[in-house]
């Protein structure tokens, strides 16, 4: 049952692993370039910028265009990153159970001595076994070359999904995905097309209403302005800059659990209006007053977010929210093909 399970996906598996293949080349290829580049770009005599230097003409400037036109291909790869996920675990999905049920060749199988759940443990553990074996080395990768060009946005939505594992995990969500939906609808087209729109409802999703909830975040308070030796300074930046910020402005300090935007949109406005009735002619005026409000109403400036070093706790969590998600719609899936007329 597993050789037939191969042969019938063998051609669209080595498609895919062929695409795969050519995205590792290629972001391999750029990765090496674009780290050497900026290596050379970031050290002496450049260090980041572009002067003139004495005996090597525009050295720095033509640095910086090589370096350009290297990132220009970043772009590519991301896009390709997050396709490919759901691309492998669409295409290998459909094939595990719409075309069978679509093309009625299930009926072979199950009128002889093989039993459904067999069957589909078969066809299951055939596809996620190639969904797996084609996007952990992409996923390698592709986290590689996210360090390698310098990419600390660790956090962001173009750089998430390709930083780490989750790009295994969503593909094999998509394969449950899709083997449900096939059971479901049992036409392929209209089995691709209602999968591909249930994915991008929860890639839409997850990241603005369940991903921040997975990792308990930093909450940094802090004064608005530093006195030193009788003089004000604005206080520096409260949370790291390559950290993930959820939330930042004026709470009070009273607020417990974790502070929202929704308060800091409630507190902002009677500071501000508490700030203005007061002289503030010059800057120190300005300060004193703000202070004063800060103080009248109890409040300080609050940074809410999570650190780097959250990352790969995220990610993991993340992924085996998608794995557990996954299970649940493959048992859904075996649920509905035991169900269906012969």
């Not at 051609?11 to 750029?30: D, N, P, Q």
């Not at 592709?142 to 600390?152: F, P, T």
């Not at 109890?298 to 990610?315: H, K, M, P, S």
Request: hydrophobic share 50%; charged share 15%.
């Amino acid at each position: 049952m597993i050789w037939i399970a191969w042969r019938f996906q063998r051609t669209v598996v080595a498609a895919l692993a062929l695409l795969a293949l050519v995205l590792i080349g290629v972001a391999l290829i750029t990765g090496i370039v674009q780290h050497h580049d900026l290596v050379q770009f970031m050290s002496a005599p450049c260090h980041g910028h572009e002067p003139a230097t004495p005996g090597r003409g525009d050295y720095c400037g033509e640095l910086a265009v090589k370096l350009a036109n290297i990132r220009m291909y970043n772009n590519f790869i991301r896009v390709a990153g997050y396709i490919i996920a759901p691309l492998v675990g669409a295409l290998l999905g459909l094939l595990a159970v719409a075309s069978e049920v679509d093309n009625r060749t299930v009926r072979l199988a199950w009128t002889q001595s093989i039993s459904r759940t067999r069957w589909f443990a078969a066809k299951a553990g055939v596809g996620a076994a190639f969904v797996a074996m084609i996007l952990v080395p992409t996923a390698i990768v592709l986290s590689w070359w996210n360090g390698a060009i310098g990419d600390h946005d660790l956090f962001g939505r173009e750089t998430y999904g390709i930083a780490g594992w989750d790009l295994v995990a969503y593909g094999l969500f998509m394969f449950a995905l899709t083997m449900l939906v096939g059971a479901v609808v049992r036409r392929v087209g209209w089995a691709l097309a209602a999968s591909v729109l249930l994915f991008l409802l929860v890639a839409f999703t997850v990241p603005s209403r369940v991903r921040s909830h997975l990792v308990t975040p930093t909450i940094k308070w802090s004064e608005p302005y530093v006195v030193t030796n009788g003089n004000f300074t604005g206080s520096a930046a409260p949370y790291p800059y390559n950290a993930w910020l959820l939330v930042e402005g004026v709470v009070p300090r009273s607020t417990t659990g974790i502070p929202t935007y929704r308060e800091v949109s409630a507190t902002y406005p009677r500071v501000g209006a508490c700030v203005v009735k007061l002289p503030t002619k010059t800057e120190r005026e300005y300060v004193k007053a703000e202070l004063k409000c800060y103080k009248k109403f109890g409040v300080e400036n609050v940074a809410v977010y999570i650190a780097d070093d959250q990352f790969w706790t995220l990610q993991f969590r993340e992924g085996l929210l998608c794995l557990a998600a996954g299970v649940i719609l493959a048992g859904g899936a075996l649920v509905l093909i035991r169900r269906i007329e012969p």
